[in-house]
């Protein structure tokens, strides 16, 4: 499991999505209007449940202001 901890100052609308190498978005993990401190746990899996193999993926978080992107590996 990743644990993911997220700050907003002001209330925002965003969506946090993990993508493959290839650029294709596997999963949004969460989305929504969100404020504050927030922690999230996510079971590597896609949208439909299934487990994701090893490799490297990447976490992005997309507000109207700016988008984060952070490299993340996961190892079976």
Do not use: C
């Given at each position: 499991?990743?644990k993911?901890?997220?700050?907003?100052?002001?209330?925002k609308h965003?969506?946090?999505?993990?993508?493959?190498?290839?650029?294709?978005?596997?999963v949004v993990?969460?989305?929504?209007?969100?404020?504050?401190?927030?922690?999230?746990?996510?079971?590597?899996?896609?949208?439909?449940?299934?487990?994701?193999?090893?490799?490297?993926?990447?976490l992005?978080?997309?507000t109207?202001?700016?988008?984060?992107?952070?490299?993340?590996?996961?190892?079976?």
């Amino acid at each position: 499991m990743n644990k993911r901890i997220i700050a907003l100052r002001k209330a925002k609308h965003l969506q946090l999505s993990v993508y493959n190498s290839l650029g294709q978005q596997v999963v949004v993990i969460d989305k929504g209007t969100r404020r504050g401190i927030h922690s999230m746990v996510w079971r590597p899996e896609d949208k439909y449940g299934n487990r994701l193999a090893g490799g490297i993926y990447f976490l992005q978080l997309k507000t109207p202001d700016e988008a984060k992107v952070q490299k993340m590996v996961i190892i079976e």
